[in-house]
């Protein structure tokens, strides 16, 4: 749809730029998957740049309704502003730093994926140049091209260790050719558009994983159409190619018979390129044959202080590759692949509070091969994806090769969050586990989304994540699916769970009332015991549990639960049920003092 042109970067171009970029990567998003083959081959990088601005319009979108709110009936809002009329401050609406600050965090918390953190990142770097004068309504091309050069320069030391023929790369080109513009908004846009154009075409000569695929690099790809998208906010056009570029892509008609169009094309045009000598999206392996790749892709957003991410930066450097830490003022994303990711998550408890933890298992099986000739990636027979409530756990969770989605108290995974576990696991058989009887719906309706996508979805309803650990043991993805699901969910089954939690407030319990700071036990969902000291309380819940028998007790820790509490139940156990076998984990923050699992 056709908008008015803006003449200046204000509240409003950065509005209409966030909705155009989204447009923009939800038409080149398969293509963008399609060439998507470094760092790692997993066929995600558009979906995961369109996940990124999508959260980034979100937040401005909140801005803009919450000004529109206070200006009373509607057109008197931003909605109404022209190009060549009032600004949207002037009009009641949001500034420009309120509108940039609002898009860079929204990008930073809802990052996805390498490119995608990268992308947060730059935005965060205009941002930071954009707010500087928190009192002006906009800025010019002098402010754009400053914005721009800040991005780069950003992007690249959130990197740990920058590559040329990235994003990277494409983000310097664009600031470069920006610099080198003279004139509006809308002549350094189209400026570094075209600088970035040329830079990606160039990508396959700097990175040989990209030479040997026959593709452009999919993140400088994406950035390419952001970049699109905001010469259409200062235009009302779409930007054309101003001379050839040369496209090291094989490239297939439309199936509608659209116009062909590579990936260092106009962006959003519709096409679907395809590496030449390799498969669709999400089937290609990884293109770095010569060493073998780290398994688990971790990301997470973190509250910590300056001094602890430097120290987290070198911790995480040791441990993995990819390593991407944005953000600032207390806030990070943090994205690293390695082998170790509870050790990964670890490191972001040292350095301060991790949430929404992302851990996705990248898949031992993936053909790895050097040179031209690369094996197509299949999609793995069969995968767990589990919602987890600690760090500890999904740490747990991910080495046993499961996808686990971290639920936070009080912040509890949307359908949404599990369908997209589901395809980042990039299997077609999946095993859900909810862990969590309040989130069995939550589940439910994601496993129908996943199934009509094509995907086989065995939802196994536990209630606990001692139950998922029971079940997860005894997963075994070699023999038929109805087996392994029917053998996890009598596993699940078999094992009562209890959680001991400090009462919130005053209220009515099964097992009488409680005061807000007393501590219960609750097993199988109800509350059994009220106390007031938690090593009390756990052991009782403990007898309860055994004196109806059991083999295995699993014990999960929380952070907040007093240390000397494990060694009290190991000791109980071994002196009082001498055929029982203790476990212990540590959950992290995972609201719960303590989980216990009874086999």
């Known amino acids: 749809m056709a908008h008015v042109p803006q003449r200046f970067f204000d509240a409003l171009a950065v509005r209409t730029w966030c909705g155009l970029s989204l447009s923009a990567l939800g038409r080149a998003r398969e293509e963008i998957d399609a060439i998507n083959v470094y760092p790692v081959a997993d066929g995600d990088t558009g979906t995961n740049l369109y996940l990124t601005v999508e959260s980034a319009a979100a937040a401005v979108e909140a801005v803009f309704a919450g000004h529109e709110l206070d200006a009373g009936p509607p057109g008197a809002g931003p909605s109404a502003a022209r190009a060549d009329g009032p600004s949207p401050v002037e009009a009641g609406g949001p500034s420009l730093a309120e509108a940039v600050g609002a898009m860079a965090h929204g990008a930073l918390i809802g990052a996805r994926g390498n490119s995608g953190t990268i992308l947060a990142q730059l935005l965060r770097g205009m941002a930071q140049v954009l707010t500087e004068r928190s009192d002006s309504a906009h800025t010019d091309g002098a402010g754009l091209r400053l914005a721009l050069r800040n991005a780069a320069e950003s992007a690249r030391q959130a990197v740990a260790h920058p590559v040329e023929g990235t994003v990277l790369t494409v983000a310097s080109a664009a600031a470069d050719a920006g610099e080198a513009a003279e004139g509006d908004c809308a002549e350094v846009a189209r400026a570094a558009y075209e600088g970035a154009r040329a830079a990606l075409a160039a990508t396959p000569g700097q990175l040989s994983v990209l030479e040997r695929a026959g593709v452009v690099d999919a993140g400088g790809h994406g950035l390419v159409t952001v970049l699109g998208a905001l010469v259409e906010t200062f235009t009302g056009r779409t930007p054309g190619p101003s001379a050839p570029v040369t496209v090291h892509a094989r490239v297939e008609p439309h199936p509608e018979g659209g116009p062909d169009a590579g990936a260092g094309l106009t962006p959003g045009d519709g096409s679907h390129a395809h590496p030449a000598g390799a498969a669709p999206a999400g089937e290609c392996g990884p293109a770095n044959g010569d060493h073998d790749d780290p398994a688990f892709e971790v990301i997470y957003l973190l509250e910590a202080d300056d001094a602890a991410v430097a120290r987290l930066r070198q911790r995480l450097d040791a441990l993995g590759d990819s390593l991407v830490v944005v953000g600032g003022d207390g806030l990070w994303n943090v994205h690293v692949h390695v082998d170790d990711a509870g050790a990964a998550v670890e490191a972001g408890v040292e350095a301060g509070r991790p949430y929404r933890i992302r851990i996705t298992h990248f898949g031992h099986a993936d053909a790895r091969a050097a040179g031209a000739e690369r094996t197509p990636r299949e999609p793995r027979r ?53 862990n969590d009887a309040e989130l069995r719906h939550t589940a439910a309706a994601a496993a129908e989304q996943a199934r009509t996508e094509g995907v086989r979805v065995a939802l196994i309803p536990t209630r606990s994540a001692v139950q998922g650990i029971a079940a997860l043991a005894v997963h075994e993805p070699g023999r038929r699916f109805d087996e392994d699901v029917v053998a996890m969910t009598s596993a699940a089954g078999a094992t009562r769970y209890a959680e001991v939690v400090v009462a919130e407030h005053q209220s009515w319990t099964t097992a009488g009332i409680c005061q807000a700071g007393d501590v219960l036990g609750l097993i199988d969902g109800d509350v059994a015991v009220i106390g007031a000291d938690v090593t009390e309380v756990a052991a009782t819940v403990l007898d309860r549990m055994l004196s109806a028998g059991g083999e295995l007790v699993t014990l999960v820790l929380g952070d907040e639960a007093p240390g000397t509490v494990i060694e009290h139940l190991e000791a109980r156990v071994r002196e009082a049920y001498l055929a029982v076998d203790t476990v212990v984990h540590r959950g992290g923050r995972q609201g719960a003092l303590l989980l216990v699992g009874v086999e």
Request: aromatic share 2%; glycine share 12%; charged share 20%.
């Open 382 to 434: 069969r995968a767990v994806v589990a919602v987890v409530p600690g760090e500890g756990l999904a740490g747990l969770y991910a080495e046993a090769g499961a996808t686990a989605v971290l639920a936070r108290p009080g912040e509890p995974p949307a359908s949404g969050e599990l369908v997209q576990a589901v395809r980042r696991a990039h299997a077609r058989e999946v095993v859900l586990l909810p």
